[in-house]
């Protein structure tokens, strides 16, 4: 098939290169031209298809400049307007010409009309279309026309070298009565006349129903695929002694949860295995899990090796470092510390612990990836906050630890819950233990929603509460175009509630702060010498203040629903009764009133993300990981939840007893793009 570079360019930008992606280029809607609909039977809201004869057309200029024409038919009259129009329309569609109008029917001034229709002039008893009429997504400058061409060559082409066979066992289309995949391309990209346009729109007809399975059963097969080649590599077995652990818990505090003895049990498995465990922690704020990482480590340590722990943000990095110098050093635990600020001499005497295994476990930042890292002996890596790295960072800490023969352990935390479809779909190549229960002691947030125009009562608030001894955060607006002026925000809150407050201390923490800064400041909210802080959404992950049961979000309009979530958690860590007051200002766009409804109305961080992923999709739940997994186009995680447990069961049996078509099918669905790097 020959096609011009210049429409290749555009094809490329639509993700399509070979004859297989035009193949499965499926139409987003269809539009329904096999029968015409009587003008006077139309009302508001219906898409239809109507023919008449134009029996007057004029430009006028209010509201605003535009050709408006009324066509007829034998049942009544429909008014058609054009807002942005060619000066040479005005001739084509001149009184007395026939013309073919498909489009949405409104109510408007002058009875039912159609803005903007797809309109097309055609003769006395033209014939009628007699399929649904594909509509594919496009792009500038690629016409509808000629995509349909371009896709009926391709299927054209396909059916000659006959390459549309099952890929899926028959056993299988059987099993799921699923219809056969050539039938359904065919059927999709050109319905027969007796199929409704509603299961076509829905995408409930069993052509769509298999599409979505097979994609679903690539991702799976892919991913599926990916675990079990990472688990043919092996790993340092990291034997169960469980002593440094019996010793730990005896000086802790509290006692674990039976939640967090239960995922400690399931990671502790897998260390003791020799092949690399790949698993997700995933627990809400505040359920504990940087004491199950501290027990993973104590095992990689117990057993001769290093860990290390990596976190996205300086303050949470030392924050972790702290609290597990406090945990380890009676253990005799030597834990070294590493970030981009370090003095360079530190550093050095660091990177020698490092290398010559003096550390035992080694805590830090981004700067764990640099090259100068080299490890004496790493069992297993560790990664809090997860989503924030992309798949190459983790993949170069993890390589860290590589030998010819062995990878190192890696455990991944987080704490944005993942909704339970997601997790099976584009987290199918991660084993995921998950904590399920709240600690004990934790009180519940009441949530407020409060106008922006009502701040002063907020204000007094505040005061009552720094009274009562309490401790209260105050963040700041998100200002996602610059980060400069997010900074001068910040500053002026906190001059301006210094000055409201001249008998409290008020301090103030952001991004642009050095971390030696930034420690100072929360150590002295820490300690209570602080009892306001204004902060950025830079406190957003893990911070851990038991005492301040106050917090003050700006502008939770412009946040995410994790991203709220996630600071609500820095409250109710403590025996008080904790309130999270939520300013909003006014007017509310329809999806902020869903968010703040949602995030009013729910604790459990599960059922937030779930909604979310409703709401906004996958893309912000996968983070850096949506460069890395196949992403699905055709299927959706709620609708089609039992595809995605029949694909997951079909995946398995498929690489243990169909290899070859195991590996077809990914070509097929994939091709290029399975080429990717898991860490
Ligand atoms: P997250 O899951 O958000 O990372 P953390 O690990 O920071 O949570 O734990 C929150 C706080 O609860 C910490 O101060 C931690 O020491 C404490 N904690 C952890 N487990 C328990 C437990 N079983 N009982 C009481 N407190 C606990
Ligand atoms: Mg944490």
Same mark, same amino acid.
């Given at each position: ?13 639509? =993700?399509? $290169?070979?004859?297989?992606? @035009? ?18 039977? +139309? ?47 005005? *001739? ?5 010409? $026939? ?11 002058? =009875? ?32 509808? *026309? ?13 059916? &000659? ?58 991702? &799976? ?6 675990? $079990? ?8 077995? @990291? ?53 199950? +990482? ?48 370090? *003095? ?33 002996? @790493? ?14 960072? $983790? ?49 519940? #947030? ?45 500053? +002026? ?45 830079? /406190?957003?992950? =893990? ?9 003050? /979000? ?19 860590? =403590? ?15 329809? #999806? ?21 992923? &409703? ?54 669905? @994939? ?9």
């Amino acid at each position: 098939m020959t096609i011009s570079p210049g429409v290749q360019e555009k094809l490329s930008r639509l =993700g399509i $290169r070979t004859e297989w992606d @035009l193949i499965l280029h499926l139409p987003i809607r269809y539009e329904d031209e096999t029968h015409l609909f009587p003008i006077g039977d +139309a009302s508001a809201g219906q898409t239809v298809q109507v023919e008449g004869v134009i029996i007057h057309n004029e430009v006028v200029v209010r509201p605003r400049r535009q050709l408006v024409c009324q066509v007829e038919d034998k049942s009544g009259i429909l008014v058609v307007r054009y807002l942005n129009f060619y000066a040479s329309q005005i *001739k084509t569609y001149a009184i007395g010409k $026939r013309v073919r109008l498909l489009g949405e029917i409104r109510h408007g001034y002058q =009875g039912m009309e159609m803005i903007h229709p797809k309109c097309r002039i055609v003769s006395v008893s033209e014939p009628l279309a007699d399929t649904m009429t594909p509509v594919y997504s496009t792009t500038a400058g690629l016409s509808q *026309k000629t995509l349909i061409k371009l896709i009926g060559q391709a299927l054209h082409n396909a059916e &000659q070298t006959n390459v549309l066979t099952e890929t899926v066992p028959d056993t299988i289309v059987k099993r799921y009565q699923l219809a056969s995949f050539k039938t359904s391309v065919f059927n999709l990209h050109h319905p027969s006349p007796e199929v409704s346009i509603g299961s076509l729109q829905t995408r409930t007809h069993p052509a769509w129903r298999r599409i979505k399975f097979d994609e679903l059963l690539a991702q &799976q097969l892919s991913m599926r695929l990916h675990y $079990r080649q990472r688990r043919s590599r092996g790993a340092p077995v @990291l034997a169960r002694k469980h002593e440094y652990a019996a010793r730990f818990l005896e000086q802790l505090a509290f006692k674990l949860t039976p939640a967090q003895v239960r995922v400690s049990e399931e990671i502790s498995r897998d260390l003791a295995a020799p092949y690399p465990m790949q698993r997700l922690l995933q627990g809400d704020v505040g359920s504990g899990k940087t004491v199950v +990482a501290a027990l993973a480590a104590l095992q990689a340590i117990e057993n001769g090796f290093q860990a290390v722990l990596m976190a996205p943000t300086e303050i949470l990095a030392e924050q972790h470092f702290r609290k597990l110098y406090a945990w380890f050093e009676p253990l005799g635990v030597r834990i070294a510390w590493l970030s981009g600020s370090q *003095k360079k001499k530190q550093k050095q005497i660091t990177l020698e612990e490092i290398s010559t295994g003096v550390a035992q476990l080694v805590v830090g930042t981004h700067a764990l990836f640099q090259d100068s890292v080299i490890f004496q002996q @790493l069992g297993l890596a560790i990664i809090d906050e997860q989503h924030r790295f992309g798949v190459h960072q $983790r993949l170069a800490l993890r390589m860290k630890g590589a030998r010819s023969d062995q990878l190192p352990h890696q455990l991944m935390m987080s704490a944005t819950p993942i909704p339970r479809t997601l997790s099976m779909s584009y987290f199918a190549d991660l084993d995921v233990s998950m904590i399920d229960q709240m600690l004990p002691g934790r009180s519940p #947030v009441m949530t407020k929603l409060v106008a922006d125009s009502r701040r002063d009562e907020v204000i007094m608030r505040i005061r009552h509460a720094c009274m009562q001894g309490k401790q209260v955060y105050w963040v700041c607006p998100l200002i996602e175009e610059s980060e400069v002026l997010q900074l001068q925000t910040a500053e +002026a809150t906190h001059a301006n509630l210094t000055e409201v407050f001249p008998d409290l201390t008020v301090g103030l923490v952001h991004g642009r702060l050095s971390p030696q800064e930034k420690s100072e400041v929360m150590d002295s909210f820490k300690q209570g010498i602080v009892q306001l802080l204004v902060a950025t959404t830079v /406190i957003e992950v =893990g911070v851990d203040v038991p005492n301040a049961s106050l917090m003050v /979000i700006e502008n939770a309009e412009r946040m995410g629903l994790s991203q709220l979530h996630q600071l609500r958690g820095r409250v109710g860590r =403590g025996s008080e009764a904790s309130i999270c007051i939520l300013l909003f200002q006014q007017p509310l766009s329809e #999806v902020a009133r869903k968010r703040l409804r949602i995030i009013f109305e729910q604790s459990d961080g599960f059922e937030i993300a779930r909604q979310d992923l &409703q709401l906004r999709g996958p893309g912000e739940f996968l983070g850096a990981r949506q460069s890395g997994v196949p992403m699905l186009r055709f299927a959706d995680l709620e609708q089609d939840s039992d595809l995605l447990t029949a694909a997951q069961a079909t995946a398995n049996e498929m690489l243990d007893h169909y290899p070859q078509l195991a590996q077809r099918h990914i070509d097929r669905w @994939l091709g290029d793009k399975n080429e990717y790097l898991r860490a």
